[in-house]
């Protein structure tokens, strides 16, 4: 069974920085990994994520602003957040996709608030 833990999640200032960290216990080789929010009432949407060929895919909402890159020696993928705004605020998690099976970290809370 494949586990991802999280870390990084925390509060911050709107236009601050926060750097969320993933790493899977199996050293399997994902076909993608990435990063997933959900806010309180909405539906978990995608953030970013980065396909083992290195092709990145990003939300509208975050382009420009966040950064996701990933070890595949380490089987970690990290996601760089720059410039939050107080819609970012959401539960964050990690998930790495095996070509039809998706694993999912617990997640990790974001709150940006001044």
């Known amino acids: 069974q494949v586990q991802l833990v999280e870390s990084g999640g925390g509060l911050v200032q709107p236009g601050g920085s926060l750097r969320l960290s993933c790493a899977a216990s199996s050293m399997f080789n994902f076909y993608a990994m990435g990063w997933y929010r959900q806010a309180p009432g909405k539906q978990r949407e995608l953030v970013a994520n980065?396909?083992?060929?290195?092709?990145?895919n990003y939300a509208d909402s975050v382009k420009g602003r966040f950064s996701i890159s990933r070890d595949n020696a380490k089987n970690t993928v990290a996601l760089q957040m720059n410039s939050l705004k107080p819609e970012d605020t959401a539960v964050y998690y990690c998930?790495?996709?095996?070509?039809?099976?998706?694993?999912w970290g617990k997640g990790t809370l974001v709150t940006v608030s001044s």
């Open positions: 998930n790495a996709d095996a070509r039809g099976m998706h694993y």
């Open positions: 980065i396909i083992s060929g290195g092709t990145t």
